[in-house]
């Protein structure tokens, strides 16, 4: 049996897969056989049985470090040999293996071996043709396959777009240290490992000591590829010092490469970029070019993770144009991103931010409540990211959908908007919406078109007036449930966008003083300092235990601001027990020095800390040896308390009515302050002023005293009865008859037996769909959770409802267990299963259950049926259905409604 061996250096070669050919040692004429892409082996002899595969123009001495083959190579075109028994034995290498040998000639020269050498030739010409031709029927299926799997994932994502934005999640927090990296003559060029992978991450965030003029460029990239994911240019003009927070427009897809930053900045005077206050090892540190910068250090950073899909938006700075990435897919609507609604503020009326825990926030405009007027929302810095078309769901809470109208203005930044004159577009970077009236239920849908001289930001202006634009109602209500931007369709458009972006100026100071002033009271000389925070932390939720009441929520506050004033992180435990709720802090490892002078006021087994509750918190911070900074500290935290308590109870997963108790204590702690501070209207909860948040509204717990009334304004008159201008060449649409508010579409039979005309007509303050289940059966469900219903007087903060659908029929369902608010005052179940009792109403048993309830429970009930077809409006758009499904929902809300008695 013949032995094979290669020399190392040509083993490579060997197993490459090319094309080669075998010949004998000395066969004549073999130079006719050097064709080009075909690689000549010689069979060169050894003593015994050994052969020798030496490559064609090698060195003919046998080396001494031969390698032996144990199996033969691929790609082997033919064998040649002078001895038909030598062939035999090249064929057995190959059968030992299973495998097909290649072509076998017996052939005493190369003239000779011609013939058969190209017949194998043309046998391996057309073996790869066939391949190729399968080749090419694989790829047209693989790109079918891509075509409809792309079509359906744009299909799923349009109608995941469709809900709210999810919350991101914290995965990556330094702080910032004393030190900071500078760029040098305005120039600075540095990468950045963030030493997490690219799946997930939807937000980025870097920390600026210093900026003054120029750009910064950002880019995203795969560690392992280059390829970039990301891609952002922020004007430094006008920022401010402390987090840039970046976001994409959707969280990246599972890519198992490594991220990092690449950083570019030009022409940047004053930027500063902070390190983080830790060390870090060789494969994090930072990597600047042409700057020095320590070995050890990284990038003060942050960077946040979200399921894929769960999250579309309209990022602020974000560039489409940047090689390799993907274009906006049209009619896919990308929600308003968080960073602009801090600096929301009303014009005219009142605008609060509804939202619980991390639920993104929703505006709700209310016009004075002691006489008619506007209410008038600015959105300061609106960022369009180039995408051409601003879609905005309204839903009317409070006034008659008749009476009332929306209008909505896209006007670029520079332009002031101080006086009712200066709404009107200037020139054709402006577009107004006109007034718009509501439908029968008080819903509104209007799509603006953005002009391209916009360019990729602007600022946004909607108001709720009467149908003509004069002065609504006092009390008129209306929350904005979406503000999304979408591509139109046109990548031409898109790139005239980018070509047309301007400067972004700094956010404008309040309207000064004019003879016409939009807000009717005196404006401020500044708007007040919003405390804010940034993410919550939970570190431990420890629950009662046994007949101990005690329990407490251990959180750790990130980037908890005011006014120009920061803190990094600020840890405390919300505890509750028989003494009522008590928020302590301590100093030591895990606990940032959040205050300037540590006093605390006990000591346990732990160390010492500094325990205050709402009898102790004012003494506290009248004591003279506690520095001001630390009562701003303590003032700031105790006002977004129960924001922060709303996020870390809905970390821990605690249910709806225990989440209400928590935010009762946290108000509690709020409402301990001082009355200067309370009065100064930034006890906030999350941006909602906390009188008025559908979670604690209603509870038992004193409200914080009001502020005293604003003083007449001497000099600057109050706004006449005019209609807000739309634009100067047309004025406003003169205002319809008025004829009868139409009726919205309810059974003939009328509103449910309780609830009497509009003056009690229910209200829902929000809606939270907790589940919409589609069995394989023809059972269904929608399982809500109203927050703040209100029916005249009566008001109930939470009711948890599931409505039930088969080919039977509609029910309506309650229960009391976990997860569960007990808004009736007395239980009566009609069933019991295996989650426990509940009580399930339908068209057999709703009248005769609705009869035997207490007074206030048919209140209830009547309220809750009356509102249940506007609320499916909501709750369907939550869910994912479209305009069909949605009506047929209501109308099944509507045949139960029609079951009680008129």
Sequence with gaps: MMLFYVAPTDLAALAGGGPGLVLPAGLPQAETLRLAGLVLWWAAPLPGNGIWLRRDGGPATVPDDLVPLDLPPAGMLAVVARDAGRLDEWGGWWRAQEQEPPRLIRADSAAEAWPDLAEALLAA???????????????????????????????????????????????????????????????????????????????????????????????????????????????????????????????????????????????????????????????????????????????????????????????????????????????????????????????????????????????????????????????????????????????????????????????????????????????????????RGFAADGSLQLALTLPVALGLHGQLVVALAARDGSPAPAGCAVELTELALLAAGEDGQLALRIAAARPLPPAPPPPPAAPAPLIAEPPAAELPAIASLEAVMLNQYYPPRGSNPYRHLDMTVMSLATGARRWPGVRLKLSVSGDGPRAEFRQGAGHPDAFLQWRPNGEDRFGAFLRLGPGELPAYLARPDTAPEDRLLLRTLLQVMPAATARAASAAGLPPDEMLGWLEAARALAAALPDETAEAAATRLGGVPAARHPAVEGSSLPAPPAAPPLPPAAAVPSPPSAPLPLAPPAPPPAPPPSPAPAPAPAPAAGPPAGVAGDAAAPRVEKLLLNQYFAGTGDYRHLDVTLLALTAGAAHWPLVRVKLGRTSRGETLEFRQSQGWPRPFTGWKPTGEDKFGAFARLGADNLAAYHAGLEPADRALLAALLAALPALMAEAGTAAGFDPAGIADWQAASRRLAGLLPG
């Design 125 to 435: 010409l057309a073996a790869a043709s066939d391949r190729a031709a399968t080749l090419q029927q694989a790829q047209v299926a693989l790109r079918q396959d891509h075509e409809e799997t792309r079509t359906a994932l744009g299909a799923l994502a349009r109608q995941m777009a469709h809900r709210p934005p999810a919350a991101p999640r914290l995965v990556l927090s330094t702080e910032p240290g004393a030190e900071a990296l500078a760029a040098q003559e305005g120039a600075l060029r540095l990468r950045q490992p963030l030493g997490l992978r690219l799946e997930a991450l939807t937000r980025i965030g870097l920390h600026l000591t210093g900026a003054r003029q120029g750009f910064l460029r950002i880019r995203l990239i795969g560690a392992e590829s280059d390829r970039v994911q990301g891609a952002w240019l922020v004007p430094l003009e006008g920022l401010a010092p402390g987090w840039l927070l970046l976001d994409l427009p959707a969280p990246l897809p599972a890519l198992a490469e490594g991220a990092l930053l690449a950083l570019q900045a030009e022409g940047a005077e004053g930027l500063a970029l902070s390190l983080d206050a830790g060390w870090t090892g060789a494969a994090g540190a930072l990597r600047p070019e042409g700057v020095a910068a320590p070995g050890d250090r990284a990038l003060a950073l942050r960077a946040w993770t979200a399921e894929p899909g769960s999250r579309f938006t309209a990022p602020a700075h974000w560039r489409w144009d940047e090689p390799g990435l993907t274009l906006p897919a049209p009619g896919l609507p990308h929600a308003l991103s968080e960073s602009g609604w801090p600096l929301a503020r009303a014009l005219s009326g009142t605008v609060s931010l509804l939202g619980l825990g991390e639920e993104a926030p929703r505006a709700l405009l209310r016009t004075p409540d002691d006489a008619p007027g506007l209410a008038v929302l600015q959105l300061p810095q609106l960022h369009t990211a180039g995408l051409g078309v601003l879609r905005l769901g309204a839903v009317l809470r409070q006034g008659k959908a008749a009476e009332l109208a929306l209008a909505a203005w896209v006007l670029p930044c520079e332009q002031n908007v101080a006086s009712l004159e200066a709404l009107a577009p200037r020139d054709a970077a402006g577009r107004c919406s006109g007034w």
